[in-house]
């Protein structure tokens, strides 16, 4: 077997790698601004937009993401709203998933603030938005770090799954449209195990020197 890649097949490696990054990108833009909306639902004052949005979190979180992407990609065509890409379409279904559970583990970072701080903030006469904002989101995010950038590296190797419903064109993809051509598993695969890794490794790197640097000013 040969081990020797040609640099058309190395380039079009690099090209799904790229398909990747772009997909987890728009992933956690999307998903993170709902994500963080749900979080703050869960813990509002009002029952009904706690129900609200704990519903929708348990619903989207037993819904497999292969459901979710096939209902995004051939639900707006069904209603006649036209056909989404095939970025937009796993975009959007990846931020629907990734909402619920940065939602979830959100509103746990936000309930892990100790309860003296939340009181120390409102006999300062601060609003429940000021509290939220100068008080509690910040020693949120330091307990939130670790938790996100591993949901993170779990966003990059889920978009794998785009390709299984709408042939969205990322790195497992290519790789396996290589392998189809080539008969050669190993090679292929095997680099885009370690592209992944490249891509992944340094969100680890960084989410610990973050958190250092977060408890170092905490002091």
Known sequence: MAFFIPDEHALYLLQGAWGTIKLSAWTFVGGGAAGLLLALARVAPRKPLRLAAAGYIQVIQGTPLLVLMGLCFFGPSLFGLGELSALAAA?????????????????????????NQWEAAECLGLSRLQRMAKV???????????????????????????????????LAYNA???NNSTFQPFVYFGCAAVLYFLMCYPLSRWSRSLERRLNATRR
């Open 91 to 115: 975009a959007l279904a990846m931020s629907v998933y990734a909402s619920a559970f940065l939602g979830e583990i959100w509103r746990g970072c936000i309930q892990a603030v100790p309860k």
């Open 136 to 170: 509690v989101l910040p020693q949120a995010l330091r307990i939130a770090t670790p938790p996100t950038v591993g949901f993170l590296v779990q966003i990059i190797k889920n978009t794998s799954i785009a390709s299984l419903v709408i042939g969205y064109a990322e």
């Open 176 to 178: 396996k449209i290589l």
